[in-house]
């Protein structure tokens, strides 16, 4: 354990919280058969427990699991990237925006040398498209460029 | 004799040329996938199940079940290469199998690894196609108190073997099951934490999270901690063991493959846990324990053979009850579930195709396991020369094309992204993400059979431990919980 489950159980702890105050507005049930907010009442409470007994066991703890030098920089980029896929995938196509995506997490994320990141880019995108639009005939959104 | 008339049915199934060349798929698949670490099975699974629409449910459940045994061959490539297991499953194999490659005995390592695999996976499939039908049969009389047993007897395993701690585990697969109610409720159809969006209405599906959780959470976690391959110089020649090779390794084959089976069955338990303990059961008997961590082949034989038999065992729980026991089980019956099967006790009647061929394709799968990883050693271990980065482009491609491919809905997409993150984070912060995906499967059986239960006994909770079946079931569940904790205060009483 370290000093973050403090913070982690605290707010898991909340969110338990926040699910059992919500099963209270759904049915319960009768005393014979258990209605709708019967579960989420229950595992609200318990996950609450828990949350709040893993706070209170890491108390006192120090320091964080180690990671690489920005890591955690670098992972909210790569996970940013993924939504501006998702936003921009209607406009300019899934493909192409993924292909564009996978550009700046090699070359950008990744660092690896101009010729690779764009051959492993290029390569995943057709991949992509062959299998994907292709072979199994998803319905990919499509771009200016038609794919 | 019915089961020999079965499992011709089965081979009449998986012998054919396309279910063939689907076995060969999976298993070569799930080779790379145990070779490269980073990706595991389940995220293989996940990842390549998108891939399979559109195929007949029995081809692509082969091809799937193929990726799950074949990941345990490629496991140990790296572990005996450059002491990076590819799997969890492969760890205790780096103790000997690196120690062997710096020796200049990496081929003898890798030829005991894929005869003991095949060996224990084949008596693997023999005791599954043996357990999984009369298991089933017990199992048509399981009521919903001893179905909301059997899951909760999953969750209680995983969590008390599944990691470090067993409140993060336990606080994990209670995220799962809460994240399992969201959508209608199964009985009434009233809506729950769905705030107004439709994607919502039939509850989070399974894939984007399967894939969000093992593939681009992989990735991300890579960027912390990234995976360095560094391949020694290892001769692979002597790939074919010599006969003193085989003396020594063929009772770690038999006990490695005898203990994965049995371990493997346990819900919870798995692969992983199957090759520690055939390790440490073989440097138990062994005349010379002091050649553990030495070189011993035998300590590469028990928990290669271990890992193999353990993926038949988790098989019977699978196909027998409908219950997965680990997160690979866990997204095969994703995989089920999507092709509008319901593995238990009504696969065997409503669907034998399915059941045999997959049971007869596993023996096939085996054959070509070791026909690949003999001769081929050589160049899967090319494979490790990838840059890992090349790798994670691939798998963030797939993730996303793959969500998407569900519903062609790019709602799917963001889930994917979000149980990412929630996966990174679990990661980064020692949360195991296997109960979660299991309480995430197992979240409405286990609701259903709860309320059932409850609407039969009016109310009461004490149907639990008056039925004998789902008592059992509870108390091994507890003990499993309790027991790692219990062990380790007794051995601390001892020690003072």
Redesign the interface.
């Given at each position: 354990m370290t000093r973050a489950d403090v913070a982690i159980g605290g707010v898991v702890a909340v969110v338990f919280g926040v699910m059992a105050w919500q099963a209270t507005r759904m049915a319960y049930g009768t005393e014979f058969a258990p209605g709708p907010g019967f579960m989420p009442l229950w595992l609200g409470v318990i996950g609450a427990f828990l949350a709040l007994a893993l706070a209170v066991r890491a108390r006192g703890t120090t320091g964080l699991p180690p990671a690489e030098p920005r890591a955690e920089p670098r992972v909210a980029l790569s996970a940013l990237g993924i939504v501006v896929v998702a936003m921009a995938a209607p406009v300019t196509g899934l493909v192409l925006a993924l292909a564009a995506y996978l550009v700046f997490f090699t070359l950008v994320i990744e660092r690896l040398r101009l010729r690779v990141g764009l051959a492993s880019s290029a390569g995943t995108a057709v991949l992509v498209y062959l299998v994907f639009e292709r072979f199994l005939n998803v319905p990919f959104p499509v771009g200016p460029l038609g794919f | 004799m019915e089961i020999l008339g079965q499992l011709g049915l089965g081979f009449s199934v998986a012998l054919t040329p396309q279910n063939l060349a689907f076995a060969f798929a999976g298993a070569l698949v799930g080779t790379m996938v145990g070779i490269l670490p980073g990706i595991g099975p389940a995220a293989g699974i996940a990842l390549l199940l998108?891939?399979t629409?559109?195929l007949p449910p029995v081809s692509s459940l082969i091809m799937l079940a193929g990726i799950y045994y074949g990941a345990m061959y490629g496991g140990t490539l790296t572990s005996v290469l450059i002491n990076t297991p590819g799997e969890s499953a492969s760890v205790a194999t780096t103790f000997d199998g690196y120690q062997m490659a710096l020796q200049g005995r990496a081929g003898a390592a890798l030829g005991i690894a894929a005869i003991g695999s095949f060996i224990a996976g084949t008596l693997g499939v023999v005791a599954l196609m043996l357990a999984a039908p009369t298991l089933a049969d017990v199992a048509v009389l399981f009521g919903p108190p001893e179905y909301f047993a059997l899951a909760t007897l999953g969750l209680l395993t995983i969590a008390g073997l599944g990691g470090s701690?067993a409140?993060?585990a336990?606080?994990a697969a209670?995220?799962g099951?809460?994240l399992a109610?969201i959508g209608a409720?199964p009985?009434?159809g009233?809506k729950?934490?769905t705030f107004n969006i439709l994607e919502l209405s039939d509850g989070l599906e399974f894939l984007p999270v399967a894939v969000g959780l093992f593939g681009?959470a992989e990735?991300?976690a890579n960027?912390?901690?990234?995976v360095r391959l560094a391949p020694i110089r290892a001769s692979l020649s002597g790939l074919v063991p010599t006969w003193q090779d085989w003396i020594v390794s063929r009772g770690a084959i038999l006990r490695g493959g005898l203990i994965g089976f049995v371990i493997g069955v346990l819900p919870g338990a798995g692969a992983t846990i199957a090759s520690f303990v055939a390790y440490g059961v073989e440097r138990r008997v062994s005349k010379h324990p002091e050649r553990f961590g030495q070189g011993a082949i035998e300590g590469v034989a028990a928990p290669e053979s271990a890992n193999n038999a353990a993926t038949a065992g988790a098989m019977v729980p699978l196909l027998a009850l409908g219950i997965p026991g680990s997160s690979t089980t866990a997204v095969l019956l994703g995989a089920f579930v999507l092709y509008g099967l319901r593995p238990g006790p009504l696969l065997l009647t409503e669907h034998p195709d399915v059941f045999w061929g997959l049971i007869a394709s596993m023996y096939v799968g085996n054959v070509m396991l070791l026909f690949l990883n003999l001769p081929g050693a050589p160049l899967f271990a090319s494979v490790l020369r990838l840059?890992y980065?090349?790798i994670?482009?691939?798998i963030?491609?797939?993730s996303?094309?793959?969500a998407?491919?569900l519903q062609?809905n790019?709602f799917d997409?963001?889930v994917a992204?979000a149980f990412?993150?929630l996966g990174?984070l679990m990661k980064?912060?020692?949360?195991p993400a296997a109960p979660l995906v299991l309480a995430l499967v197992l979240g409405p059986l286990l609701?259903m059979s709860?309320?059932q239960s409850?609407?039969i006994s009016?109310?009461s909770l004490a149907i639990f431990v008056t039925r004998t079946g789902s008592a059992a079931l509870l108390a091994v569940g507890l003990i499993a919980l309790a027991g790692p904790a219990l062990f380790s205060l007794i051995r601390r009483s001892r020690n003072t």
């Open positions: - | 998108p891939v629409f559109g701690s409140t993060k336990l606080l209670v995220a099951l809460a109610t409720d009985m009434t009233s729950r934490f681009i990735v991300f960027l912390a901690t990234p840059p980065s090349v994670a482009a691939g963030l491609g797939i996303i094309a793959g998407y491919s062609n790019l997409v963001w992204l990412g993150v990174y980064r912060f020692d949360y609701e709860l309320r409850l609407t009016h109310g």
